[in-house]
């Protein structure tokens, strides 16, 4: 054996091989500039790309055609990627430049125009063409089609010029192109094969409404019309279309609108694999491996998409793989369909038309012009057409894409998620019917106009983009029903809301709370960069997002094993006390049950004369916050209050936050238990619980229910012969009434099944999840079985949660005592 | 003349930490310290309401404003994302284990 390195390390690299490998894109659209803006996130240098698009401008926002045929924007208002942008990002350019032929032993493309490149890997996403009836006359002038800028321009320039047009198609694009001829000033007639409108989208009934609304703003109809041949006039032009039936329509313009097909003769011709669509497999790979396809021209297990949500979808797994991570896969989309004429509500998904074994939920009411159809099948939601009320379109879409049990959601789903309505905005559950200056997000002031106007100036596709850019939905949430609603009018069936089940925890990574909460369980994991070692986490140290929720998983995992982080948690919990908005803190004692001796007030009073606290004020949760003390205070004030026995109250802490409680038979004349002391019980069982929210508890001594006890994640009612416990309430952003769990006859149950209950949602819930939304998902009866029916289960449960406050102590006290713990709240000086 | 002044040493700074200089008058300095040992100071002052960025959460070299969630540059202050504006950076020095301010140091 030689001791020799192999020869070709020792020589320098030939020049060929430490260029990068060359990607080149065929089709400057919407599916293909988004695939290279997800492959420059992964891998910003890893190609030398080159772009080639047929049309003479850099991406636009094609769905966006719509409003500019109906002047409501302009063209440049809609560029996705400017050509800045190519330019920033080395991106080589190439418009009105058409590849027509494909050498992939060479590896090689050839445009129209006479260029060629040579490619390592090439991703074709030439999108689709619009399907054209070969009747006589289809290319007459004053035919047109409607795809890109060139037909909205030549649609535009023909509406000055015409007064009558003729949309062949009741489509979604048809219906497009009708309201924004309409709205240019001419006469439109659609004129549709089938009996009624979007009929792939849309049952007949709500076909109805929709037609009639388009009527009353000046279209007209021809349904169930086949047209034979497109007439020549004496100019040339097209003048008019011949029906089936012999009977005529005079017009001055054509479009067409009858569908699309995958635009695949390039591929074809290559030899590529192509059977109504280019065939590709889950990771957007054709069968020629070094080429890739995504968009419109596609068939992906069988399906075509013809809406953008999917395609940016298959846009991020092409990007995975052409970064060489490999580990992305796309399963296909599940769509939804809106349509973009202003003032119109309407949506549809799934199954809509329903069959033989599934069944229908419907509201007709016509005469407000509201129509709404969930279609069942196996206890699960497959389809919906919503009319004239589309406020519940995104959480129907989540029910349906997350495949999730509606038993118990039947009985009020048809009406929707938000008929008890959030705070902050007059209750409007309609975003269409708000005129343009109506605030939509009471947190930050965002109007209504502003919103729309921000997607489409900036190209928005996502809530999420939409926060960012318009601070709407982005505080307390409240509003987010409005902000889709906004953003499926505007950029219609491209916003997809997300996957509810299958959320990743945050950006830094694609696991979900679930996986993450396994691994941590599964692997013994104490720390959070043991975690993001184990699960490959995208940034160094996570983000705001994910550190704190990653800390809440350990601690709650392995209680007395793995250690706090600090700086993980969010400043309240960090410094024990809740910021104010000039950096001050406020302080709010533990008062148990709401009850408070002499001795602590006076306590109180002291500690608020002593550090000239501002404000001292009675909180809605029955106790005193002490609003406005400085930071470096804090720790001494503590250590006095602590003196009168008064401990933290967490009011700060996604923890056990207040037990409230009513006077009870303790005092009252109709009390039937002692709910002040059972109050006290559980409170004091619960203290310095962690939990993925905050928990807030009441104890009622009747039915009368002075605790408010039916607003609590959980509410106790007393009753002659017991307690009835109800769980799941919230009583904040959005008012929902707890449910009934069980009725139990002593205090030790209530603590057991009330314990069980808490240590199941501290194991299972998300991070940020109250126990409302919790249950909502999990559903009440897996609750019921694992804390009421199971015994066994339910004192497991309890065990685990008192073997993790085994210990407990109060934070304040500990801090005040412990030097080391001090540095958190000193000051240094310059 | 820059005069340095040390305030600290790394290790009186938590690892994904900060802490607060006070300099006679409002705005305070915040100093921070990143997971592999770098040391920013910004003064204490959001550029969208004036929170308190030493009461943030630090990840990698950014800090995530306590009131309202802005992520800002401890680089450079720059507000991150869609967010527009900019923290005032202030120069700071790291010298066997010392954390040093300039003590002339003016706000921006
Ligand atoms: C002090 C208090 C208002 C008052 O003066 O009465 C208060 C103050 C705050 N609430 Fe509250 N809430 C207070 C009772 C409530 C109640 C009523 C109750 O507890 O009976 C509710 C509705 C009940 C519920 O939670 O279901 C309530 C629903 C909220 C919510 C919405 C929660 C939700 O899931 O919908 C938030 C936002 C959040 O937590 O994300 C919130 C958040 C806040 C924060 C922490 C905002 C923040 O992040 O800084 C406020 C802190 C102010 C401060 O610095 O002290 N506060 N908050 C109340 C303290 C009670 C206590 O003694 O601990
Ligand atoms: C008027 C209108 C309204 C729409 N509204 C919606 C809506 O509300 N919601 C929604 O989700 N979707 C909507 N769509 C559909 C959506 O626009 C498409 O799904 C999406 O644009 C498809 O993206 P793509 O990249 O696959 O194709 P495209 O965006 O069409 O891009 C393909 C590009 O490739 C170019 N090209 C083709 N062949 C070649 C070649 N050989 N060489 C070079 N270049 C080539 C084409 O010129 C084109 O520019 C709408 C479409 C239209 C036309
Ligand atoms: S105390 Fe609660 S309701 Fe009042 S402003 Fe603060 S978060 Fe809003
Ligand atoms: S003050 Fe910093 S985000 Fe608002």
């Known amino acids: 054996m030689t001791a020799h390195p192999p020869l070709n390390s020792l020589q320098p690299r030939p020049i060929a091989e430490r260029t990068r490998p060359k990607l080149v894109v065929v089709g400057n659209g919407m599916a293909g500039v988004r695939t290279l803006e997800e492959l420059l996130k992964l891998a910003p240098d890893k190609y030398d790309i080159t772009v080639f698009g047929a049309e003479p401008h850099p991406n636009y926002n094609r769905i966006l055609l719509s409003p500019v045929l109906a002047g409501e924007m302009t063209l440049k208002e809609i560029i996705l990627n400017d050509v800045d942008w190519y330019e920033n990002h080395d991106i080589k350019l190439n418009t009105s430049s058409r590849i027509t032929r494909i050498d992939r032993v060479l590896r090689q493309v050839f445009s129209a125009d006479g260029r060629v490149e040579k490619y390592d890997r090439l991703l074709l996403a030439t999108g689709s063409t619009p399907f054209i009836l070969p009747i006589p006359g289809h290319d007459l002038p004053g035919v047109l089609s409607y795809r890109d800028i060139a037909d909205t321009d030549a649609m535009i320039e023909a509406a000055s010029r015409y007064h009558h047009a003729v949309v062949i198609g009741g489509g979604l694009l048809g219906l497009e192109a009708a309201n924004g001829l309409r709205q240019r000033g001419m006469t439109v007639t659609v004129v549709h094969v089938m009996p009624w409108l979007m009929e792939r989208q849309l049952d007949r009934p709500a076909a109805e409404l929709l037609k009639k609304s388009l009527e009353d703003r000046g279209l007209q109809f021809k349904l169930g019309c086949e047209t034979s041949e497109l007439m020549r006039g004496e100019d040339g032009r097209v003048c008019a279309l011949r029906f089936k039936d012999g009977s005529t329509l005079a017009t001055e313009l054509v479009v067409m609108s009858v569908g699309i097909r995958p635009n695949t003769a390039l591929a074809e011709s290559a030899g590529l694999f192509c059977h109504r669509g280019i065939v590709v497999n889950d990771t957007l790979q054709t069968f020629d491996p070094r080429i890739y396809a995504v968009g419109e021209c596609v068939s992906h297990r069988g399906i075509a998409y013809g809406l953008v949500a999917p395609l940016f979808e298959q846009a991020k797994v092409a990007a995975n793989h052409l970064a060489e991570y490999g580990i992305a896969c796309y399963k296909g989309s599940v769509t939804s369909t809106k349509l973009k004429v202003t003032g119109i509500d309407l949506f549809s998904a799934g199954q809509f038309m329903g069959a033989d074994d599934s069944e229908d939920i419907v509201l007709s009411d016509p005469a407000a012009g509201v129509y709404k159809k969930l279609v069942l099948k196996d206890d699960q939601l497959v389809g919906a057409v919503l009319y004239g009320d589309t406020a519940d379109s995104a959480w129907y879409m989540q029910l349906l894409k997350d495949a999730q049990k509606v038993t118990e959601l039947r009985p009020h789903l048809l009406f929707g998620q938000h008929h008890l309505g959030d705070s902050g905005h007059k209750g409007e559950t309609q975003a269409s019917s708000l005129p343009d200056h109506a605030e939509i997000c009471g947190c930050n002031g965002v109007c209504k106009g502003t919103i729309i106007k921000t997607i489409k100036e900036r190209g928005l596709f996502t809530l999420e983009e939409v926060r960012q850019h318009t601070k709407a939905s982005s505080s307390c949430g409240s509003c987010t029903g409005l902000v889709e609603q906004l953003l499926a009018s505007t950029v219609g069936g491209a916003y997809q809301p997300a996957d509810g089940l299958h959320k990743a925890l945050c950006p830094c990574t694609d696991h979900t709370h679930e996986e993450v909460r396994k691994a941590i369980r599964e692997e013994h994991l104490l720390t959070i960069p043991q975690i993001m070692t184990f699960l490959v986490w995208k940034t160094p140290n996570g983000c705001a997002t994910c550190r704190p929720a990653l800390n809440y998983y350990l601690i709650s995992s392995w209680p007395h094993e793995a250690r706090d982080d600090p700086q993980s948690r969010f400043i309240n919990e960090r410094a024990h006390a809740n910021i104010q908005k000039d950096g001050s803190f406020s302080v709010v004692p533990r008062l148990w049950g709401g009850l408070a001796t002499p001795a602590e007030l006076r306590a109180i009073a002291d500690a608020a004369e002593k550090y000239a606290v501002p404000t001292l004020k009675i909180t809605g949760g029955q106790r005193i916050d002490l609003l406005g003390v400085k930071k470096k205070d804090l720790p001494r004030m503590w250590a006095d209050l602590a003196k009168s026995g008064l401990v933290s109250g967490h009011a700060y802490g996604k923890s056990l936050r207040t037990v409230k409680t009513c006077v009870g038979s303790e005092h009252c004349r109709f009390g039937t238990q002692r709910s002040m002391a059972l109050g006290v019980r559980l409170e004091k069982m619960l203290f310095g619980m962690w939990t993925p929210h905050k928990v807030k508890l009441a104890v009622s001594g009747c039915p009368r229910n002075c605790a408010e006890s039916g607003i609590k994640d959980v509410g106790i009612i007393g009753v002659d012969s017991g307690y009835e416990i109800y769980v799941a309430g919230n009583g904040g952003i959005k008012t929902v009434v707890a449910q009934f769990l069980c009725k139990v006859a002593s205090d030790d149950e209530v603590l057991e099944v009330v314990g069980a209950f808490l240590q199941l949602y501290r194991e299972q819930a998300r991070y940020l999840d109250r126990t409302v939304h919790w249950v909502e998902r999990a559903g009440l009866d897996f609750v019921k079985q694992q804390v009421v029916e199971d015994l066994e289960q339910r004192q497991t449960l309890y065990e685990r949660l008192l073997f993790a406050l085994q210990g407990t102590e109060d934070p304040w006290t500990e801090i005040a005592a412990n030097p080391s713990h001090l540095q958190e709240f000193e000051v240094m000086s310059l | ?108």
Request: glycine share 8%.
């Open chain 2, 1 to 108: 003349m820059a005069q340095w002044k040390r305030i600290c040493t790394l290790d009186e700074i938590p690892r994904l930490g900060a802490r607060v200089v006070e300099r006679g008058a409002p705005p305070n300095i915040a100093l921070f310290r990143t997971a592999d040992d770098q040391v920013f100071a910004l003064l204490d002052q959001c550029p969208h309401k004036q929170g308190p960025l030493s009461q943030g959460l630090v990840t990698d070299t950014h800090v995530t404003c306590p009131l309202h969630g802005w992520r800002i540059s401890l680089v450079d202050g720059q507000a991150q994302g869609a967010d527009a504006g900019c923290a005032a950076t202030v120069p700071v020095q790291l010298e066997d284990g010392w954390i040093s301010l300039e003590s002339s140091h003016e706000s921006h």
